[in-house]
């Protein structure tokens, strides 16, 4: 029997899973996230392994959610100091490189900018050649001075051109100083795009620390596993990719939560309510995937194109701190956090959350009722109803049509909602709902990406998107995936008008369960 | 006259959205570009129409083309002087001062940037009081102006001068040039005489796009009600209050026309509103009776930070307050209505001013009068 470990590091808690083949729960446990998040981690580890029966010789893949990387730019901690270049000249300097970004946020990163010729029309023609004098003369300039590169080409995303040969010419000159390429990134929209590329570059280096502290952790528990890191679109990234590509994790949580949700309810279509100490996030399953958002998403007061999961977050959950002002009742948005296991009323604290209203009420049964039981009943009703309301509200705005569609409730702190939620068709609380989310780590699939342009006069468009699938098939593969399991999951062709041989840019992205 | 520094650039962005009426373009590129020149140059000069010389040549600027591709290839920023030089030689006069064409969406920001760069004023005046979408839906056209010589350029440094028999020639001329030199141009259109500005432009919108984002920002500073702010600064009416139910799109002639409709919430509860737009929000019906139409503007707002939404933002489930704004009295004659009223868009209905189809009481969510 081999088992899948999974680990996701929230805002309040880290949670951890042990899997079997048959994907059955072995054993599963909480430990409060730490400021320095990788000792959270250590600390779950040995609590979800503490079973002596666990032969640990046959954990066979770990898999990490972590927010190592959103704390790193949220908190301007450990960043790397990055050349961004920009490959467009003449074009965009009225708009400079890093325009807008919070000034903290620019020293942290080094502020070394630099706009050189190159790049290409819409169309796929030159907007002029590449400078590739000026990019040997910059990579002599930082030389020791920058720890990564960030490249933006303009109209990378139709063709790459640039930003590979650019990245060729600087790996001679920088030998392995990690080099971030936009079009492997972020779509259409350059600022958004850059924005994400140098953040990305940003973030190598804690991601490179943090995989090692990973692979450090597990073979100290004495685990010989390999390691992924979760991504998020709910695929993984072999640890390889993750330290290239790092920025990708950084929505992973929440779609965690939503995959794990899909998988313990068994649902394809339905709406997920992540009941965390401090948040409640809703989401919506398409497919046994997150329905993406359409708008830009900000990292750290950055601006990006990414797509994240579409979420609507609240300020309520289990450690949200319930407030009496001139007879009406607030609820949140502060929390006590995880230290609701003292400062909580039935835990003998002195402070009201919204779990001393739910045990009052009779909902719930932890921690020591009577403590609560002097509460005003009016109070206790008002507060109710306030959060369910909060809620109701939440899964309004998410849905795409009034008809009621099923709910699943996940995450410790959705024990203060009812079995009966206005526009939901049925309230589903599937086994093991505290822990979704690190279920939705270690259940998670492999994939692979595969980007090409073909010539359409040569081939059939269907021709094109069969070798383009072929690919992507083999990059999942490759990646861990199990050859009879792997699916397509994406296909995006974007016709690259005006080029010489109907010229069109087609993506696939496949995706597999990994290979026992 | 008046100075502009980067805070009242981030007010008029936000007073340009509104007016934008859901469409124009989202502003953000704009004011980056506007950010970075007064960074750069210092602040801007905008100067009241009545300050205009007689004789002074003013040019206004905007972009032509593709959304999509501006958001990519961004300009350089030596567009501004190029059109300007190309203007001046043709014309034999330099250019006292530019102005926006339209004051809602991403033109309401290109002179902004141009005026600092070059460190000449703007004009506190367009020519639309809003957004529209083709050239002649200027007020210069009612007065019978020309829209060239036109300029046109890239930021690679080609530069075209339009000279042409007619607006039509001018649209399909100048479309073509924009595709060749990469689906986004930079264009000095409409160039006007001072007396031209004071007889035919609307005066005081770019301020007024100002008060419109401090009321805004103000508001949610000094936690007051911004849909309040808004109401009073721009003299519109509270049209509905609702959240979305049902929203369609199709594409047609090369537009996106739709229709959201509304179930209300709080004093309009019971109500409904449907509210149809073409890039821009064009009619507000509720239960079969007309509340707005173009050329008044029809603005969707956040129910919480009264912020104004585009039509793309527009879905199941958000919750708005729209509301209407009287249109400049030069829409109301009858060659304003003629070019952009409700007809002109495919719509069987007069034009009536919004003040006379809402009454004081529905805009309070009471009975309609």
């Known amino acids: 029997m081999t088992y899948r470990l999974g680990i996701d590091v929230g805002g309040t808690n880290t949670d951890a899973v042990l899997l079997d083949e048959e994907d059955q729960v072995i054993s599963k446990a909480k430990s409060p996230t730490t400021d320095d998040v990788t000792s959270g981690i250590l600390d779950v580890l040995a609590k979800v392994l503490a079973d002596k029966a666990i032969d640990r010789s046959m954990i066979k893949h770990a898999m990490l959610g972590t927010t190592h990387c959103t704390n790193a730019i949220v908190e301007r901690k450990r960043l790397s100091r990055v050349a961004v270049i920009r490959i467009g000249y003449p074009a965009t300097v009225a708009v400079k490189p890093l325009t807008g970004w919070p000034e903290d946020l620019k020293q942290a990163t080094g502020n070394e900018i630099f706009v050189i010729g190159g790049g290409h029309e819409f169309d796929g023609r030159r907007i002029g050649e590449l400078d590739r004098e000026a990019l040997r003369s910059i990579a002599r300039r930082v030389r020791g001075r920058v720890d990564a590169v960030a490249v933006t080409a303009v109209f990378s995303p139709v063709n790459p051109e640039d930003e590979l040969e650019a990245a060729r010419i600087l790996k001679e000159e920088l030998g392995d100083t990690p080099i971030s390429l936009s079009h492997e990134i972020g779509s259409i929209g350059l600022l958004e795009r850059e924005n994400a590329t140098v953040l990305n570059a940003a973030v190598v280096g804690v991601a490179k620390a943090t995989a090692t502290a990973f692979s450090e952790a597990l073979r100290r528990e004495g685990i010989d596993a390999r390691a992924y890191f979760g991504q998020n679109d709910g695929t993984l990234m072999s640890v390889d990719y993750a330290v290239r590509y790092p920025i990708l994790t950084i929505a992973c949580g929440p779609t965690n939560s939503i995959r794990g949700a899909a998988f313990l309810s068994n649902q394809r279509d339905a709406l997920v309510v992540d009941v965390g100490g401090t948040t409640t996030d809703v989401g919506v399953l398409v497919n046994r995937f997150p329905r993406e958002s359409s708008v830009a998403v900000e990292i750290g007061g950055v601006r990006t194109n990414f797509r994240m999961p579409d979420l609507v977050s609240i300020g309520l959950g289990g450690g949200s701190i319930v407030r009496q002002r001139n007879g009406q009742v607030t609820i949140g948005p502060d929390s006590v956090g995880h230290r609701i296991q003292h400062e909580a009323i039935v835990f003998g604290g002195t402070t009201l959350t919204a779990t001393d209203v739910a045990v009052a009420a009779g909902h719930v049964g932890i921690g020591d009722r009577r403590r609560v039981s002097g509460l005003d009943p009016g109070l206790v009703r008002q507060t109710q109803g306030a959060m369910v309301r909060m809620v109701e509200d939440a899964i309004d705005r998410m849905k795409t049509s009034p008809e009621p569609v099923p709910a699943v409730l996940v995450g410790g702190g959705s024990i203060l909602l009812p079995d009966r939620l206005q526009g939901v068709l049925e309230v589903l609380r599937p086994a093991h709902y505290e822990v979704a989310n690190a279920i939705g780590a270690a259940i998670a699939q492999v994939s692979g990406q595969i980007e090409r342009v073909f010539s359409l006069d040569a081939i059939s468009r269907e021709e094109a998107v069969r070798q383009a699938a072929d690919m992507a098939r083999e990059e999942a593969v490759r990646a861990g995936a199990d050859p009879a399991a792997v699916e397509v999951v994406e296909v995006d062709d974007v016709p690259l008008a005006y080029l010489p041989g109907n010229a069109t840019r087609i993506r696939v992205k496949a995706a597999g369960d990994l290979a026992r | ?369």
């Open chain 2, 1 to 369: 006259m008046r100075q502009l520094h980067a805070q009242d650039i981030e007010d008029i962005a936000v007073g340009a959205a509104l007016l934008g009426t859901g469409g124009g373009g989202d502003p953000h590129v704009g004011k980056l570009m506007a950010l970075q020149a007064i960074e750069e140059s210092g602040p801007v000069d905008l100067v009241d129409v009545s300050e205009v010389p007689d004789e002074g040549l003013i040019v206004p600027l905007a972009m032509m083309g593709a959304p999509t591709v501006l958001v990519e290839k961004v300009p350089n920023g030596e567009e501004f002087p190029r059109v300007f030089e190309a203007l001046k030689n043709y014309l034999g006069k330099p250019v006292f001062a530019t102005m926006p064409i339209e004051a809602g969406g991403v033109n309401s920001m290109i002179p902004l940037a141009s005026a600092a760069k070059l460190r000449i004023p703007v004009i506190d005046a367009d020519g639309m009081g809003r957004a529209f979408p083709e050239l002649q839906m200027v007020t210069f056209h009612l007065a019978g102006a020309s829209a060239t010589p036109m300029v046109m350029t890239d930021e690679k440094g080609n530069l075209v001068l339009f000279s042409t028999i007619s607006n039509h020639w001018t649209e399909a001329l100048a479309r073509s040039a924009t595709v060749v030199m990469g689906g986004s141009a930079m264009i000095a259109i409409y160039p006007l005489t001072g007396r031209q500005v004071k007889d035919a432009a609307i005066g005081g919108i770019v301020t007024l796009a100002q008060r419109i984002g401090e009321a805004i920002r103000r508001s949610r500073i000094e936690s007051r009600d911004p849909l309040a702010a808004v109401l009073e600064v721009t003299g519109g009416l509270r049209l509905f209050k609702g959240k979305i139910v049902d929203v369609s799109r199709k594409t047609a002639g090369g537009f996106v026309r739709g229709e959201a409709l509304f179930e209300g919430i709080d004093d309009y509860r019971g109500k409904t509103l449907r509210l149809q737009f073409q890039n821009e929000n064009l009619i507000a019906v509720s239960n079969g009776r007309v509340l707005a139409s173009v050329p008044d503007l029809i603005t969707v707002l956040d129910a919480e930070t009264a912020k104004p939404v585009t039509t793309e933002t527009l879905k199941y489930g958000y919750r708005a307050i729209v509301i209407g704004i009287p249109c400049n009295a030069r829409w109301r004659t009858p060659k304003g209505i003629e070019t952009v009223g409700p007809r002109y868009f495919g719509y069987d209905i007069d034009y009536v001013p919004i003040e006379e189809r809402v009454s004081r009481e529905w805009a309070k969510g009471g009975e309609p009068a």
